[in-house]
């Protein structure tokens, strides 16, 4: 894993080889094979481009299902440090504090966690884009997948 500095703008991680010739291998010959089903049909043109579409759901199912899995275990990471970092005051809230809002918060220190969580919970950050925003003092996560 990189341990190049992170921000709210440049944390997103890119890989080159999947996220766009992984894409091109699959989208183009899809294409390719709708065209020739389209234009001369025939039995295996047709099974052709059902194993295209295929292969993008698969593609696509095997990185929205560890994304789902990786929300769950960051919403749990949090949950955990909220315990042991929030005021009490705000302890008894955790559980209105959504996934989505834990994801954002994950960059926040644990110094300003708390000032966070409570605009959270006010309605002023409204998603976790809003969230990863507001954060000023940035904890990178370099164990990301």
């Known amino acids: 894993m990189s341990d190049t500095p992170q921000s709210f703008e440049k944390h997103a991680k890119m890989v080159p080889l999947y996220h766009y010739w992984g894409t091109i291998f699959l989208v183009v010959p899809t294409l390719y094979f709708l065209y020739a089903t389209v234009t001369s049909y025939s ?69 300003e966690l708390a000032d966070l969580v409570r605009r959270v919970l006010a309605g002023e950050l409204s998603d976790r884009k809003s969230v990863k925003a507001a954060v000023k003092s940035w904890r990178a996560d370099h164990q990301r997948i």
Do not use: N, Y
């Open 43 to 111: 039995t295996m043109h047709l099974m052709l481009l059902m194993l295209a579409i295929g292969l993008i759901l698969v593609g696509f199912f095997s990185r929205v299902f560890p994304l789902g899995v990786q929300d769950r275990v960051i919403r749990l990471e949090e949950r955990l440090r909220m315990e042991r970092v929030l005021p009490d005051d705000l302890k008894g809230r955790i559980e209105e504090v959504s996934t989505s809002h834990l994801i954002g918060l994950r960059f926040a220190s644990d110094e």
